[in-house]
């Protein structure tokens, strides 16, 4: 059986990939398990998504499957990722599910499952309902009459959300200049209302969704627009969000990219200050770059390696009890104030930062020196990604430049959790030496596994 939900829920081209009729089978496996887990209790379930068009055909299918068997449905509406775990925490569901695609293009959408802790579902609870939509592998029971599932909308879910936010931080914004890109997405019916309670004087851009322009040429995934805005426009800093708003990455005021790293950098280092960096350590994964690794010895600092993925990141800290943990791309997670990454909330931290500190943000952004890293994607099979790590020709080619590098450097070639993509990142002293290697290896990729 293949695996239906990757590192960040079930993904792929909405109406080809992920259908209604896949949707519907979620929804329906969803309630039955939850169910069976909640002693045959009729469970509730929160409902939020992106801007993306097919966001309301997926919901309506999703609630039609989880209502079907029994269970509750409460509409949110478009809200961020973060809020759906963050109510449902608050309002004692049972699940909530996030219909989105993060990052990706408006074509690509997907379903993400919180647990009632507001935690992403564990693995072997996503296997169970992977097991009965794909294998069959259990009657699911319809229920008439009063048996069906209600459906009600929440109104106020992005208020309560905002409030929620703005209480993470003990400090006015008053006379902070900021600017916000929303990627046209979730963050489009949240930021401006945020920052507008906190006090700062924000300008936000791309806040306009149609439906399908959501990270276009816009967001995280394309930060160029906001830094030249910045430069511009005589701003404090400036934030960019993805789709559903669950990542971040600033901008200085000098127009400056300040990466997930650096954000890392910039907490944790705030956060040792002041007494609240659990366990002195900060959960990276990876990929984090080997700038981030010294900056966090040279603070007397722990740094643990997680796999890439920002539900892998929540594992370590939860397992060791760290607060404090993220992703080069903008996942950042703040385990005091939110189960999972919320790229609104690390805006308000750092802005925080910024208003009790006094100081520019570039003063700041010099905390690590990166080494030159650079990342690049091969566009495979399925089969490719599946026949990856037995590749001879592929592996024979990372020994080879893992031993041309040395000490000096380092190799990560690994298969995206949530695209057909090998991803060949290579960190080094020398960037020309680490950018021809990753180009090398990336042709053997397509040459073996495209």
């Known amino acids: 059986m293949g695996r239906l939900f990757g590192t960040d829920g079930a993904r792929g081209v909405a109406n080809t990939e992920l259908t209604c009729e896949m949707a519907m089978q979620i929804g329906r496996a969803a309630a039955l398990v939850l169910s069976e887990d909640n002693g045959g209790k009729r469970p509730v379930v929160m409902i939020g998504m992106d801007t993306r068009a097919s966001g309301a055909m997926l919901e309506g299918a999703l609630t039609a499957g989880l209502c079907s068997v029994g269970a509750n449905v409460v509409l949110l509406g478009v809200v961020p990722t973060p809020a759906v775990a963050y109510m449902v925490v608050k309002h004692g569901a049972d699940a909530g599910i996030m219909i989105s695609a993060s990052h990706n293009p408006c074509e690509y959408n997907g379903i993400k499952i919180f647990a009632s802790t507001g935690y992403k579902l564990p693995d072997e609870v996503e296997n169970d309902i992977e097991a009965i939509v794909l294998d069959h592998a259990q009657e699911i029971p319809r229920p008439t009459g009063s048996g069906i599932g209600m459906v009600r909308r929440k109104e ?46 924000c300008e936000i851009f791309f806040n306009e969704p149609d439906g399908v322009n959501i990270n276009d040429n816009c967001g995280s995934t394309h930060i160029g627009n906001l830094q030249k805005i910045v430069r511009e426009g005589d701003f404090d800093a400036g934030f960019a969000f993805d789709g559903d708003a669950d990542r971040c990455l600033a901008v200085d005021n000098n127009g400056n990219l300040v990466d997930g790293d650096y954000i ?171 950018l021809r290697i990753a180009n090398e290896l990336a042709e053997v990729v397509k040459a073996n596994l495209g």
């Open 156 to 201: 106020d879910a992005v208020d309560e959300y905002v409030e929620h936010v703005a209480m993470t931080i003990d400090v006015r914004l008053d006379g902070l200049r900021i600017a916000l890109d929303c990627a046209n997405g979730s963050s489009s019916v949240t930021a401006k209302k945020l920052f507008d309670r906190l006090g700062a004087d």
């Open 264 to 434: 890392l950098a910039l907490m944790a280092d705030d956060m040792k200050k002041h007494g609240v960096l659990a366990g002195n350590a900060v959960v990276g994964t990876i990929l984090t770059n080997m700038g981030f690794h010294k900056f966090c010895a040279d603070r007397g600092m722990d740094f643990v390696a997680a796999k890439v993925g920002d539900r892998y990141v929540l594992e370590e800290m939860l397992k060791n009890g760290y607060n404090l943990g993220g992703e080069q791309s903008g996942h950042v997670i703040f385990l005091d104030h939110c189960t999972t990454g919320d790229g609104q909330l690390t805006a308000v931290q750092i802005c925080g930062l910024l208003a009790r500190s006094g100081k520019k943000f570039s003063e700041f952004t010099d905390l690590v020196k990166p080494y030159p890293q650079t990342m690049v994607n091969v566009r495979v099979t399925s089969e490719g990604k599946a026949r990856m790590k037995s590749c001879k020709e592929l592996n024979d080619a990372i020994a080879a430049a893992e031993a041309e590098l040395g000490s000096t450097g380092r190799i990560v070639v690994r298969v995206s959790g949530t695209e057909p993509l090998i991803r060949v990142m290579t960190e080094g002293e020398n960037e020309q030496q680490i």
